[in-house]
């Protein structure tokens, strides 16, 4: 184990010389220098100026010593401050202080805590790396193993509900259907945002012309809303348009996952609301379903839209979201 040493007492023995040695050499100097070659005492005068002149240099010494200690000291702590600092201002982790002393000081004793404190980083990254991996690929194995049973699951079913049984019963079984089909979107969304989070989707941002995007979606989603008897109120610009730095694919997905979001949980409203601002370069999508509240996270809102607001700061754009008892309404603009 690497001895101590305090900066305190090195400061003090660089100084020693300076402190102690001066007054003695004083001494001498006044005891066998004060007497010339005849025994007759030199002039006071004389004395005193020689006596000032030693302290000056005595003084200026000092100064130059103690200056020269206190700018190494600075040079230290400004080159272990610099290392910490690019650990704040970049996304990684420092290289380690070198410590060249066989005993460390304090400076030197921080430096290798901060070291430490490096090597404990990197660990728990890679730890964390290692689970995230994991997890990725158990959810995956999760949804696509519960495929092959819920397919199964949902054949049987649709089978039995072409059986002649009582009303109660076909009411059960087109409910059992229904569920069956939440649960395999809900697996999907699952898949979809572990995919995301471990960069399995790749991302190509772009100029995107975002009224076109949406009149694209809507066209596409139309059909759909129209066998659930939505009514959509569509307002979207002929002429006009903006762009933003987006992936095209990513903002299909999203809008996709919003119309989802109304069959599923708002169709009760049979209204959407799809509204492209392009003097304030918003896209809004609105309904009048009964808002998105922990029943709805439970149903699998939680997921769709944690896999929206991914999939949107990753574009560097953000969703607002306002939902109570007489509807959600998303506003998407830029972050």
Sequence with gaps: MKQTRSLFRHYLKVHFLFIFFPPIVLLFFSTFMGFSNNGEQLNTLNLLYVTLLLFGFIIVAFVIISWLFFLRL?????????????????????????????????????????????????????????????RHRLIANISHDLR???????????????????????????????????????????LSYTLLTSGKHPFHPTSTDIVRIVRASVAAWYPVFEGKEIQLDIDLPTEETFY????????????????????????????????????????????????????SYEGGAGIGLSTLNYMLKKMKLKADFISNENGTRVVIGRA
């Design 74 to 134: 600075r040079k230290r702590l400004t080159r272990l401050q610099e290392v910490m600092s690019f650990s704040a201002n970049n996304n990684s982790f420092p290289i380690p202080v070198s410590i060249q002393s066989d005993r460390m000081d304090e400076i030197d004793q921080l430096g290798s805590s901060f070291n430490w404190m490096i090597q404990q980083l990197e660990e728990s990254r890679r730890r964390e790396n290692e689970e995230e991996l994991l």
């Design 148 to 190: 092959t049973p819920l397919t199964i699951l949902r054949g049987h079913v649709t089978r039995l509900i072409k059986e002649s049984m009582s009303l109660e019963g076909q009411n059960s079984l087109i409910e059992m259907n229904h569920t069956i089909t939440r649960v395999g979107d809900l697996m999907d969304d699952l």
């Design 244 to 295: 933003w730095e987006a992936d095209p694919k990513w903002m299909k997905r999203v809008l996709d996952n919003l119309f989802q979001n109304i069959l599923r949980h708002a169709a009760e409203g049979n209204y959407a609301n799809i509204v492209v601002d392009v003097e304030k370069e918003l896209i809004i999508v609105a309904d009048r379903g009964p808002g998105m509240d922990n029943s």
